[in-house]
C-alpha cells in the first residue's frame, strides 16, 4: 500500500486505526484535519497493492491450471465476504477489529481477535524470509536454495535487521515499502508471464498440461485439495483498506465496484505467474520458497538473457522485505496500546524508545522468531518448513475472521440504527458465508497436502494444533486471567 512517511507523535490514542495499526490520536474535533476524499480507482488500486504477492504462487503452481480454481474459489467465499462486511464495520466503528469484535461479541474475545492479528505475523515472518532467503541465493549461489542452514540465518539476520531499522523510526522503511509493489510484484509478474507466454508461442510443451481436464484438482481424498489454504493466506489482511470506505463520495455504489475491480486484478496478478512457473518447471521440482526464481532462471536463460537473473531475485527480494517492515511496526502497536487501555499488558512490555516504537513486543517477537528460525535447519526440507509455517499463520489469522463476521452480524442485530457509512448487503448470508469458508479452511489445514508425500497424518496435525494453541490461543487466555487494575496506563507510554 502507498504511504507517507511521518513522523510519531507521542499523544494518548482513542483505538487503533484498521489500516496500519497506528493509534488515532486524541486530538480535539476543532483541529482534526479534514480528510480527502478518493476514488473508487485508487482504492482499487491500494487493495490489489496490499494482497498481491508473488511469494504466495509457488505452492498452487504444482497443480497448473487447476490453480485457476483453488485462486477463484477463495476470492468468492472468503475474500468477498470480508471486504465487504469490514467496510460496514470500519465505516460504523473506527479502531479497528479490536473494537468490532469488543462492541459486537466482549472484550475477551476483542483481545483474542487483536492478539491472533499479532500472532500471525509470528509464523508469517519466518515463512515470507524463507522466500527472501531463497530468492537471494540466486544472487549469490543458487545451490542455497532449499539449504535449512542457509535458510535459517538469513531469517534471523533480516528479521532482527529489519526491526532495528523499524525501531530507530527510519523514513526509508517507508519510501521502501512505497515502492515495493510495482517494483517487485506487478513489474516481475509482467515479466514472467510475458516470457511465459513468449515461451509457449516457441512450440514449447507445457510442463504442466493445459487442457479441460485439468481444470479441477486432481482428487485423491481431502490432502489433494489442501493448498486452497495457501489461496486463503494470500488474500488474509485485506481488511485494512475498510478503513477508507468513508473516504469515497458515494460508498454504497463506489465501494462494490472498486472491490469488484480489485478481485479481477489480485486474480490477474496472481494467476498468470503462477501458470507461468507451471509451464516451464515440472510439479516435482516445484520449490514452495524458490519456485518465482526457478521459473525466472529457466526462461530467463532460455531466451539468452541469464545475466538478469540476479536482478529480478533483488527486486523479488527488496519488495518481500519492505512488506515485511510495512507489518512489523502495526500489528505490535495494536496489541500496546490496548494492553495499555485495557490492563492486558505488563508495565515491562508497555515501555517505548525515543521514537515511540513498542521495543520491547518487537524484541520478545524477535526471540520467538529466532527459535522458529533455527527449526529451518532440522526439517529435512525447507519447502516443507515453509508450508508448514504458513498453514500455521493461516489458522491463527482465520479465528479472527470468524470473530469479525460473528460480530457483524450481532452488531447488525443489536445495533441496527447505529450510523453506519456503508451497509453491506446481505450482511447475514454474507457473514454465513464468510464463517463457513474461514471453519472450513481451518478443518483442512490440519491435513498435509498430497505434496508433502508419506508424512505423517497425525503428527502432522498435532504439530499444527500444537502451534495454534501455544502461541494462538494460550497467550490472550492468559493475559485476560493475570490482567492487574493497576496495568492499565494513566498517561502516555513511558519511554524505556
Known amino acids: 500500500m502507498w504511504i507517507r512517511w511521518r513522523p510519531r507523535p507521542r499523544v494518548l490514542a482513542h483505538g487503533i486505526d484498521a489500516v496500519n495499526g497506528r493509534p488515532l490520536l486524541a486530538q480535539p474535533a476543532a483541529h482534526q484535519p479534514a480528510r480527502g476524499l478518493i476514488s473508487w480507482t485508487a482504492l482499487a488500486l491500494i487493495t490489489v497493492g496490499s494482497v498481491g504477492n508473488l511469494g504466495s504462487a509457488p505452492p498452487l503452481s504444482v497443480l497448473g491450471l487447476a490453480s485457476v480454481f483453488l485462486y477463484v474459489l477463495p476470492a468468492v467465499v472468503f475474500l468477498l465476504p470480508i471486504t465487504l462486511v469490514a467496510a460496514e464495520l470500519a465505516s460504523g466503528w473506527p479502531g479497528g ?6 462492541k459486537g461479541i466482549s472484550p475477551p474475545m476483542g483481545l483474542l481477535a487483536i492478539w491472533c492479528e499479532f500472532a500471525q505475523t509470528i509464523f508469517f515472518y519466518p515463512a515470507l524470509l ?9 544472487v549469490i549461489d543458487p545451490r542455497l536454495a532449499g539449504n535449512g542452514v542457509y535458510t535459517a540465518i538469513i531469517i534471523i539476520v533480516l528479521f532482527w535487521g529489519g526491526m532495528l531499522v523499524a525501531t530507530r523510526g527510519v523514513p526509508f522503511m517507508a519510501h521502501l515499502a512505497s515502492g515495493g509493489t510495482v517494483i517487485g510484484t506487478l513489474i516481475p509478474g ?22 479441460a481436464h485439468q481444470l479441477l484438482p486432481p482428487w485423491h481424498g481431502l490432502a489433494s485439495i489442501v493448498l486452497v489454504v495457501n489461496s486463503f493466506f494470500t488474500y488474509a489482511g485485506i481488511e485494512v483498506n475498510a478503513v477508507h470506505v468513508n473516504d469515497l463520495r458515494n460508498p454504497a455504489r463506489e465501494y462494490p465496484r472498486a472491490i469488484f475491480v480489485a478481485m479481477a486484478l489480485v486474480l490477474a496478478v496472481l494467476i498468470f505467474p503462477t501458470l507461468a512457473i507451471s509451464w516451464v518447471i515440472p510439479a516435482h521440482q516445484i520449490s514452495f520458497t524458490a519456485g518465482v526464481m526457478q521459473a525466472f532462471d529457466r526462461l530467463l536463460s532460455h531466451f539468452g538473457v541469464g545475466f538478469a537473473v540476479p536482478l529480478i531475485a533483488i527486486a523479488l527480494a527488496a519488495a518481500a522485505f519492505a512488506g515485511m517492515l510495512t507489518w512489523l511496526d502495526g500489528p505490535s502497536e495494536g496489541l500496546l496500546r490496548i494492553g495499555r487501555e485495557r490492563g492486558f499488558l505488563p508495565p515491562y512490555f508497555q515501555k517505548v524508545n ?29 519447502s516443507h518448513a515453509y508450508w508448514i509455517f504458513v498453514t500455521m499463520a493461516t489458522q491463527v489469522y482465520l479465528i479472527m475472521y470468524v470473530l469479525m463476521f460473528i460480530a457483524a452480524r450481532r452488531l447488525r442485530r443489536t445495533q441496527p440504527h447505529h450510523p453506519r457509512g456503508y451497509r453491506a448487503p446481505m450482511l447475514s448470508l454474507l457473514c454465513l458465508l464468510g464463517v463457513a469458508s474461514s471453519v472450513a479452511a481451518l478443518v483442512i489445514g490440519f491435513i498435509p497436502p498430497a505434496q508433502f508425500g508419506k508424512s505423517n497424518p497425525l503428527t502432522y496435525a498435532v504439530l499444527i494444533l500444537a502451534g495454534l494453541l501455544v502461541i494462538g490461543i494460550t497467550p490472550p487466555l492468559l493475559m485476560h486471567w493475570l490482567r492487574r487494575p493497576g496495568w492499565k496506563a494513566t498517561g502516555d507510554t513511558p519511554a524505556s
Open 97 to 102: 477489529v479490536y473494537n468490532w469484535v469488543e
Open 130 to 138: 524463507a522466500y527472501v532467503a531463497d530468492t537471494l541465493a540466486y
Open 190 to 211: 509482467a515479466i514472467l508471464t510475458a516470457l511465459g507466454a513468449a515461451y509457449l508461442l516457441q512450440g514449447k510443451h507445457p510442463a504442466a498440461p493445459m487442457t
Open 354 to 382: 525515543g521514537h515511540g516504537i513498542e521495543v520491547r513486543i518487537l524484541g520478545t517477537q524477535g526471540v520467538v522468531i529466532t527459535l522458529i528460525a533455527l527449526l529451518y535447519a532440522f526439517i529435512p526440507s525447507v
